[in-house]
């Protein structure tokens, strides 16, 4: 049986806990936002349902801006708690009003590991706000997470826009700010609020985004940061033939088979890109339950049935090609 060789429960969590955010990023798979904010003691509720039935490894807080909940520290602190690993996806903007008791109680749950992930394009304005937006609110968070001794990582969504100014503004990152331990260079997305035409228009060719892999490891190696992580454009949504059983003929992201989505309302979905799969609802279901429908969905998504069409629009030569580069790149 398929079943039987998949794993029983996903590996990676990602948690909705808020459908509101502060910003509009252009290419934003969450919107259009639906202005939920989850009540705490559902929060926790969720999460210890998760940590008894499912046990996953990671648990990833998610918005909308997760910072727009005044009690975002206080679940990451419950969280903590539960899971051995955790983190949260940030556009950092929020972060300058954190009251000082609760920076300290968010280094303290890091634990010199990057539990918070910030997103941002640029550290020009101009290109930043073009798209995202608050580039200046983001600057004074990184300062106070700098200033406070707490870890953190960039994520920068690779376009058009930004393609020709990521290397320097990643070798301002790592000169400037000794706590920033993670950065990670991750794919554009088509979604419902971007349609496939603008996620053509804005995606950089396969060539950009591995030349730009290839100066951002060379200026970390170049500043000795030897303590700076790179995490890339090709880990994320490619063919992994190697961790699917050779009997099983399935080429997909990792979506439905060891990673999950919990939204606002506690539906589980195979991945919180994939807004129109739903494999049950936590408040009805157990997650054996619900998981157990994530086989089929992983063949729908393969199929190319769900929202995100990655594997249908990227060839998978050039996947499998890109995916050699980027181990190469790492072994130099």
């Not at 206080?74 to 940030?90: M, R």
């Not at 979604?191 to 950089?204: H, N, R």
Request: proline share 4%; net charge positive.
């Amino acid at each position: 049986m398929v079943n039987d060789l998949l794993p029983r429960f996903p590996f990676r969590v990602e948690f909705e806990v808020t459908s509101v955010c502060n910003l509009d990023c252009t290419y934003c798979y969450a919107k259009p936002f639906s202005n939920q904010i989850i009540p705490l003691n559902e929060v926790k509720y969720l999460l210890k349902k998760t940590k008894e039935e499912a046990n996953p490894f990671e648990m990833i807080i998610m918005g909308g801006e997760p910072f727009i909940r005044e009690d975002i520290i206080e679940i990451l602190d419950f969280a903590s708690n539960l899971f051995k690993v955790i983190g949260i996806s940030t556009n950092g903007t929020l972060i300058n009003r954190l009251p000082k008791k609760e920076l300290k109680l968010l280094k303290y749950i890091s634990k010199g590991s990057p539990i918070l992930q910030i997103s941002m394009d640029s550290l020009l304005p101009e290109i930043n706000d073009k798209i995202r937006g608050k580039l200046e609110d983001v600057i004074k968070g990184l300062e106070i997470l700098e200033d406070n001794g707490i870890p953190f990582g960039i994520g920068i969504t690779l376009t058009k826009v930004n393609i020709n100014d990521v290397d320097r503004s990643v070798n301002r990152l790592i000169g400037e700010y000794k706590n920033l331990k993670t950065i990670n260079l991750e794919n554009l997305q088509p979604t419902y609020s971007l349609g496939i035409e603008d996620f053509k228009s804005l995606k950089p060719t396969t060539e950009e985004m591995i030349n730009v892999y290839k100066s951002v490891h060379r200026s970390i190696k170049n500043a000795s940061r030897s303590d700076v992580s790179l995490y890339g454009i090709f880990d994320e949504c490619s063919s992994r033939n190697t961790l699917i059983p050779k009997n099983i003929n399935m080429k997909t992201c990792l979506a439905g088979l060891i990673r999950a989505g919990i939204f606002v309302n506690g539906d589980v979905t195979p991945c919180l890109i994939i807004r129109d799969r739903i494999l049950g609802n936590l408040y009805k279901k157990t997650w054996a339950e619900i998981w157990d429908k994530s086989v089929q969905e992983y063949k729908n998504i393969k199929d190319g049935g769900g929202q995100c069409y990655s594997c249908n629009l990227s060839d998978k030569k050039e996947q499998r090609n890109s995916k050699k580069i980027h181990l190469k790149i790492l072994n130099n």
